[in-house]
């Protein structure tokens, strides 16, 4: 049996366990072929970034990285893309637009950056159908703060509209990383639907207790728990228990593709967890479904 298959049958087995009709993955990455070149470029010199070694283990095309999600049953995805300097947002947005019109099981997503016009862009995104944002404050090196972008959240706050964020200082901190930033955006905007990407790695208490105090937060899993994180940021055995306490708050991401292990290899990092299925299931299923409809 090939390795592909072997995925997919892990993959498949998990979520047939628990009585699902598949999982939803609220972090993948599609974007444009030569951004991603030169992501996979960045991962396989990561050494600068984290001294660890990343192979993406789903270095494919495109056609084939979508064949693959879909026969390990991802009922739904993203298309996470993100800026890092002004003048690409705009761009990037027709870019997954485009895309989740070709690949209708994509949620449609989009982006933005501190610039001249972001209200726009935005808002013709949303008018457009876009269901879900990327802030990626590590990349983008920018203030989630930044008056240009308080319409912004304001507008995706009263929308409704989930923002995944790239907040935590993992696996590289950046000006704007941490609990604090977010939180000053949190008090000015205490309906945003924010979803902390990574589970906030490493600040997991600060986030998750981001997550008690707001009921619009919710935290992906992506990379969570899996070994490749636990070796050089381990969640707390203490926070254990908020795990369980915001079971309804946490989503499950993965990454896809870029990712240095095999998929199922997260959603068995969730498994061990020992949360219960009834957690699993909302975490991989209920939890997107319900937010995204
Ligand atoms: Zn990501």
């Known amino acids: 049996m090939g390795g592909d298959d072997r995925d997919r049958d892990d993959v498949v087995r998990f979520w047939r366990r628990l009585g699902l009709p ?10 444009p072929e030569r951004v991603l070149s030169k992501v996979w470029a960045y991962f396989d010199s990561a050494g600068p970034l984290t001294g ?10 495109e056609d084939e990285r979508l064949a693959l999600l879909r026969s390990f049953g991802v009922l739904r995805f993203t298309s996470m893309l993100y800026p890092h300097k002004a003048g690409m947002a705009a761009w990037l947005n027709g870019w997954a637009a485009g895309f989740a ?7 449609h997503t989009a982006t933005f950056f501190p610039e001249e016009g972001v209200e726009t862009y935005v808002r013709e995104a949303v008018e457009a ?6 802030s990626h404050l590590q990349v983008g090196a920018y203030d989630p703060n930044d008056p240009l972008l308080e319409p912004v959240w304001g507008l995706l706050a009263e929308a409704g509209i989930p923002v995944v964020t790239h907040c935590g200082s993992g ?14 955006l949190l008090s000015r905007h ?6 902390v990407a990574h589970m906030g790695m490493p600040e997991y208490g600060e986030f998750l207790a981001l997550a008690a105090a707001y009921p619009g937060v919710r935290l992906d899993t992506t990379m969570a ?5 636990e070796d050089f940021t381990p969640f707390p055995a203490a926070e254990r228990g908020r795990l369980a306490d915001l079971g309804d708050r946490i989503l499950l991401g993965t990454d896809f593709p870029n ?4 998929y199922a290899h997260q959603l068995h990092a969730l498994e061990r967890l020992g949360l219960g299925d009834d957690w699993l299931r909302a975490v991989c299923h209920g939890n997107a479904s319900s937010l995204f409809g």
Request: net charge positive.
């Open 22 to 31: 598949g999982i939803i993955d609220v972090h993948t990455h599609f974007m």
């Open 52 to 61: 660890l070694e990343w192979p993406i283990t789903y270095r494919r095309d």
């Open 101 to 107: 019109a070709r690949v209708p099981d994509c949620l």
């Open 129 to 134: 159908g876009a269901r879900v944002f990327k």
């Open 171 to 184: 696996p590289a901190p950046g000006a704007y990383t941490g609990p604090a930033p977010v939180g000053r």
């Open 190 to 195: 205490p309906r945003l639907k924010l979803v």
């Open 225 to 229: 728990f899996t070994d490749f994180t």
């Open 259 to 262: 990712i240095p292990y095999p």
